[in-house]
Every structure is written in C-alpha cells, then in structure tokens.
C-alpha cells in the first residue's frame, strides 16, 4: 500500500501540482489528499473527465507543467476524444499525467459495469497509443520515468491504479443543514410514483437504494431501470424510453450526473412529452464515491432547467414539500422537481441482487 499523502508530495515536489479530473471510490483516498492539500484553484473537479483532459491541455499550454488527470478507468471513454484529438502527438502534442483508477481488472471481483471496462482499461491505452504503468509500491522510479517521457515526448502518459493501493485518507465531508439524507428523501418520492410508471435512476447510491427500498416494501424492481453505468446519461435514456411509451417516465438523478452531460437538458426539454418526470437529488456532491464538491451548492438548477424549456420546476427539502410537488409533477408536462438534501448513506447499503441484463428483461416484459 502506498501512502497517499507522500505520493501526494512527490507529485509536487516533481512540480505536479495542478489537478483535475472526476472523483472515484477506487482513488476516494488520493482525490481527499488532493482536496485538502491543493489550493482550490489547483484542483478542478471538472464536469466530465474529457473536460478535464481539456483543462489540463490549457494549463499546460499557459504553463508548460503537466497537470494531473484523475479518473475512473470508466471516464476513460469521456476522455478518449480529447485525448486523440486534442492532446495526441499527431494534433497538438500535450503532455499530462493521467492517474486513472482500475475498476474492474481481471481476476478481481467488481459490479458487472466494471467487468467490460475492467478488461479493455489497459487495451485502450494502448490503442490510443498512451504509455502506461500500473502503480506500484516503489512508486518514485515510476514517476521519474513519467517525467522524463513527458518531456522527451511531450505525449500524455498514464498511471493505472489498482484498487487498495492508496492507504486512507480521511477528510471531513462538508455536510449541509438540509433536513433529509438521500434516502430518507427517495422514500418520499417512490411513495408518490404510482405502480404501473417507471423510474430510471442514476447511477451510484441512488440505483442502491432504490433497489434496497423496494426490497424492504416488498415491492417489485421491474418498473426501476436502475442506470448501474453510463453516468450523466440517467436522464438520456429516461427520454428515449418516454418517448417510447405513454406511461409517466420518472428520471432520479444526481447533481454530479446532471452536471456531468448538462447539454443533455436542452434535447430534454426540446423533446419530452407530458410524460418525462425530472427529479434531481442535489446534494452538493459526488457522494458515493467520497464525497467530493460538486458545483451543486453553487449553481442555480432551477434556473438552468427554466433557461433551457422546463416549464414547472419546484424545489423541496423536506417530506410534506416532496409530497406536494410530487403531485404537482404527476398532473404537469415538463416538469422538475429539485431535492436539496445532506450527504450521507449507511454503511451497510447492499447492491442489486438483480444482474443489469435481468433488470432490462422484466422492464421490457412490462413494455411489451
Ligand atoms: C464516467 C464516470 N465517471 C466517474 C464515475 C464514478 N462515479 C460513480 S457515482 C459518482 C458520483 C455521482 O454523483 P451524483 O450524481 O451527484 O450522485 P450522488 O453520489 O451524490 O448521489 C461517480 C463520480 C462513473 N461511474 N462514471
């Protein structure tokens, strides 16, 4: 194991200091370090990771120093098209370190969104003709020869990170006064959605524990499209399969999945019938994979899905206004509904029992 807050340093000290990048759970520990020991304005927690490739692209052409690209090897499809046609040696030549987190390596057990992704992480690099090298304990050398090929080649090159190799690192979350936790709020909204419409929830805590809800009711999962992957395309697929029924289509999204394709929104609204249903639940953060800011707390969502065509956009933060605008939600055509709530989830939240490909069958068996 290494200890992240030396691997931290050593980026430093080799004049690594400008981050950016998506959090993930894999690397929760090294994203914490960077949170709480670069100035704001030196690690950007970016929309998506292909954004972050590009912010480091920037910064290195401002600065000549490499930032440092933190992913999920799942952002790596995010990032694929700024890094071939942006950073690559045939266009621009921009060197930057990418520290991307192997979630789902061959030979270890991980949730079936992680399997596919998992297996092609280091085929990919190497398809995009990246230079890498999975993390090891004696890390200094590694780092080394990242410089030095960085500046020899002036090309990106990637660290691959296997889970457990960061030791913890324990940061407090920024937790807000808003009165429901994620869950309790999910309650409310699942009391208010009728049993014959379908949900479709983003990926993360919220698939958990909308799963683990209908579990503990006794109800059935097959009107829950639970998004295990695709972040940021929770409320794409809502659309498409609204637009595919008359049935109400609730989308439950997450504050860090609708920041992450907000252009998505735009379509939305230009294209949802009465019986595309949007819930945010904003919580100011990526909360299931640590905790990290998002710009949630910042931005005025409201506002945004009014700019770009929601005509009915209600907030709530506590049980009696979900209620309420829940049943405003029903009865009203592009409508939104954003619930403020504070971070947090239990410690022994299970996952789906139900694999991706069953969960798909008994919702189109119910379609059709
Ligand atoms: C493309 C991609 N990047 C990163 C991740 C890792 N990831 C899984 S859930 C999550 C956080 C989601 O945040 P938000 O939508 O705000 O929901 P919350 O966890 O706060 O409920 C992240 C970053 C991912 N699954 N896919």
Same mark, same amino acid.
């Given at each position: 194991m290494i200890d992240t807050k030396a691997f931290y340093d050593t980026l430093i000290e080799k004049n690594m200091d400008f981050f950016t990048g998506v959090p993930d759970s894999l690397l929760a520990n090294i994203c914490a370090c960077i949170k709480q020991n670069a100035p704001d304005d030196r690690n950007i927690i970016a929309a998506n990771e292909g954004n972050a490739v590009g912010i480091a692209c920037g910064y290195h052409i401002a600065t000549g120093r490499y930032g440092v690209v933190y992913m999920q090897n799942s952002g790596e499809g995010n990032a694929v098209n700024p890094l071939l046609s942006i950073a690559d040696e045939e266009v621009y030549s921009i060197p930057l370190l990418l520290l991307i987190g192997w979630r789902g390596e061959p030979g270890t057990k991980d949730e079936p969104q992680h399997k596919k992704q998992g297996k092609v992480t280091l085929a990919l690099l190497e398809a995009m003709g990246i230079e890498y090298e999975i993390l090891e304990d004696d890390y200094v050398p590694q780092i080394d020869r990242a410089v030095r090929y960085m500046q020899a080649c002036s090309k990106p090159f990637a660290i691959v990170v296997r889970k457990g190799t960061f030791s913890p690192y324990k940061t407090d979350k920024a937790k807000?006064?808003?009165?429901?936790?994620r869950e309790d709020a999910l309650k409310f909204v699942l009391d208010s959605i009728p049993e014959e419409d379908f949900i479709v929830s983003t990926t993360g805590k919220t698939s958990r524990e909308i799963f683990e809800i209908r579990e503990a009711r006794g109800?059935?999962?097959?009107?829950?499209?639970?998004? *295990?992957?695709?972040?940021?395309h929770t409320s794409s697929i809502a659309l498409g399969m609204s637009l595919g029924t008359k049935k109400n289509v609730y989308c439950i999204d997450g504050d860090g999945s609708f920041i992450m394709h907000m252009g998505a929104f735009a379509i939305n609204a230009d294209? &949802?019938? &009465?019986?595309f249903k949007y819930i945010l639940n904003n919580? /100011?953060?990526?909360?299931? *994979? /640590?905790g990290q800011p998002t710009v949630g707390f910042k931005i005025d969502i409201p506002a945004i899905l009014k700019a770009v065509g929601f005509q009915h956009v209600m907030t709530a933060e506590t049980p009696e206004e979900i209620t309420a605008a829940m049943e405003q939600l029903a009865k009203v055509r592009l409508g939104a509904l954003i619930i403020y709530t504070h971070q947090g989830s239990r410690d022994d939240l299970g996952r789906p029992t139900v694999s991706p490909a069953e969960n798909k069958k008994a919702m189109m068996e119910r379609f059709l």
């Open positions: 807000s006064d808003y009165p429901l936790s109800q059935s999962h097959s009107g829950d499209f639970l998004t *295990v992957g695709g972040m940021g294209k &949802a019938g &009465a019986n919580n /100011g953060a990526h909360e299931s *994979v /640590g």
